[in-house]
């Protein structure tokens, strides 16, 4: 067993993994996964620059980590940032302070890359499914983009477009420096106008419709399952590989997106940072639902963090 650390810092949050791997098998065993809501990428759509006060939140979370992964013990470790990092004027800034921190510098990967790391992470366990077709559809919700990786056991095709919850909510959803509360009809068509335009980008070089099988990562797709389910709290163990339907997805979208904060906090499963962004993300899903002809979303809690692990163990090798 190879013990790895794997970090994936996105524009919503930062996600830790400590797993051992098997490096024969690919079998991964979880020690410890925790995740953080650090808005990394908060005002990065309007700015072209990190926040101080993101860039503060995200060190105090990696050194959080950082005592973690030196109480487990890991051999390596590899961190990975995404579409907020990518896109800032200042992230130099952010990779000095990951570096100081945690010893090792962000590896600030294009969209290609995390979408085969999501693939990786996603499908690995659902190869060998009876019940499940080929070819899979791997669609990564993050904050500032969205990936979709087509593949049977290798990804034939990828695409990353710049459409997250958070990304869609600060363009479409803010009045006045807060979140409208609800949204306007207006709003809601702008923004499902931007995401469709997106999806017709991303066709043109992923054959979207050609999969059997829709596998949904990341935060909004999961929070999506959980209300599905109404769960009590959030419960990884009840959302993996739970199955939602369009219809529920469609239900639940139109009720998020015209909710109240209040209303949206209430909700048990829902973590407190995603409270005002969810809309946005279970509106991402639906459409793609609507677009592919999807009839059920299989909600997959690994992602591309466990793709960046068995990554990390297989450089060990």
Known sequence: MTRVAAVDCGTNSIRLLVAD??????????????????????????????????????????????EIIKEHGAERLRFV?????????????????????????PEVITGDQEAEFSF????????????????????????GSTEFVVGD???RAARSVD?????????????????TDPPSEEQIAAMRADIEAALD??????????????V???????TVSAIAQDLPEYDSE???????????VREITHWLLRSTHAERAAVPSMHPGRVDVIGAGALVLLSIMERIGAQEVVVSEHDILDGIAHSCAAEAR
Do not use: W
């Not at 990786?120 to 919700?141: H, M, N, Q, Y």
């Not at 949904?216 to 999961?222: D, E, I, P, Q």
């Not at 009840?238 to 529920?248: G, L």
């Open 153 to 155: 056991d290798h990804v």
């Open 163 to 179: 459409v997250g919850c958070v990304r869609m909510t600060e363009r479409h959803l803010v009045r006045d420096g807060a979140v």
């Open 21 to 66: 791997v098997e490096p024969a098998t690919g079998e991964l065993a979880e020690l410890d996964r925790r995740m953080t809501i650090v808005r990394l990428g908060q005002g990065v759509d309007r700015t072209g620059r990190l926040a101080p006060e993101a860039l503060e939140r995200t060190f105090a979370a990696c050194r959080e980590y950082a």
């Open 120 to 143: 990786t992470g996603a499908t690995k366990e659902l190869t060998g499914r009876s019940d499940l077709r080929r070819p899979f559809l791997v669609v990564d919700i993050g904050g």
């Open 238 to 248: 009840a959302i993996h590989h739970s199955r939602v339907s369009r219809d529920r």
């Open 201 to 214: 980008r991303a066709e043109e070089t992923v054959p979207l419709r050609e999969a059997h099988t829709l």
């Open 81 to 105: 940032a995404t579409s907020a990092s990518r896109d800032a004027e200042n992230r130099e800034e952010f990779v000095r302070g990951v570096l100081d921190i945690l010893g090792v510098e």
């Open 216 to 222: 949904g990562l990341a935060g909004s797709v999961t």
